[in-house]
């Protein structure tokens, strides 16, 4: 009995465990693109690099030595991009995730713009490979290509 739960614990985990590493995997199901002519729409989330002057001009805003920013985009002009920010990257490769709060990033400040994508193929490819690992998992799990009658079972009788 003892020797049952402790399996199903196991599974459990393995599980929880799968679960989390999809998550993760999903991240890498986005990408980041050049933006098509004519600028990117209102309400496309864009990744904007910044220039050395501009991470200074907007060290108030955004916090010192950003080098990127990244958010959905309510408003561009000429002059600015307005962002409903969800992320900024530093110098030091470390990220910072913010609650949409919105922030204006002159054109000027902008060393590069792209559009994040979620990518359709990608994601329908790590989510099969998600479901057929849980699958497997699963049948190992419960031995089904164990081919044996496992511990606890009866021997056949003796003639």
Same mark, same amino acid.
């Given at each position: 009995?003892?020797?049952?739960?402790?399996?199903?614990?196991?599974?459990?985990?393995?599980?929880?465990s799968?679960?989390?590493?999809? %998550?993760?995997? !999903?991240q890498?199901?986005? @990408?980041?693109?050049?933006?098509?002519?004519? *600028? +990117?729409?209102?309400? $496309?989330?864009? %990744?904007?690099q !910044?220039?050395?002057d501009? @991470?200074?001009?907007?060290?108030?805003?955004? *916090? +010192?030595?950003?080098? $990127?920013?990244?958010?959905v985009?309510?408003?561009?002009?000429?002059?600015?991009?307005?962002?409903?920010?969800?992320?900024?990257?530093?110098?030091?490769?470390?990220s910072?995730?913010w609650?949409?709060?919105?922030?204006s990033?002159p054109?000027?400040?902008?060393?590069?713009?792209?559009e994040r994508?979620?990518d359709?193929?990608?994601?329908?490819?790590?989510?099969?490979?998600?479901?057929?690992?849980?699958l497997l998992?699963?049948?190992?799990a419960?031995g089904?290509?164990?081919?044996?009658?496992?511990?606890g079972?009866n021997?056949?009788?003796?003639?």
């Amino acid at each position: 009995m003892n020797g049952t739960r402790e399996g199903a614990r196991r599974a459990g985990w393995r599980g929880v465990s799968l679960l989390l590493l999809g %998550v993760w995997a !999903l991240q890498g199901c986005y @990408s980041v693109t050049a933006v098509q002519p004519g *600028g +990117p729409q209102p309400g $496309a989330r864009v %990744v904007a690099q !910044l220039t050395p002057d501009g @991470s200074q001009q907007l060290a108030s805003q955004v *916090g +010192p030595r950003v080098i $990127a920013v990244e958010g959905v985009l309510d408003q561009a002009t000429a002059d600015h991009l307005s962002l409903r920010m969800v992320r900024t990257e530093g110098a030091n490769q470390v990220s910072t995730y913010w609650n949409n709060e919105e922030v204006s990033v002159p054109r000027p400040a902008i060393a590069l713009l792209r559009e994040r994508r979620l990518d359709r193929t990608r994601s329908y490819l790590m989510a099969g490979a998600i479901v057929g690992a849980a699958l497997l998992a699963g049948a190992l799990a419960s031995g089904v290509f164990a081919g044996d009658e496992g511990p606890g079972t009866n021997p056949p009788p003796a003639n």
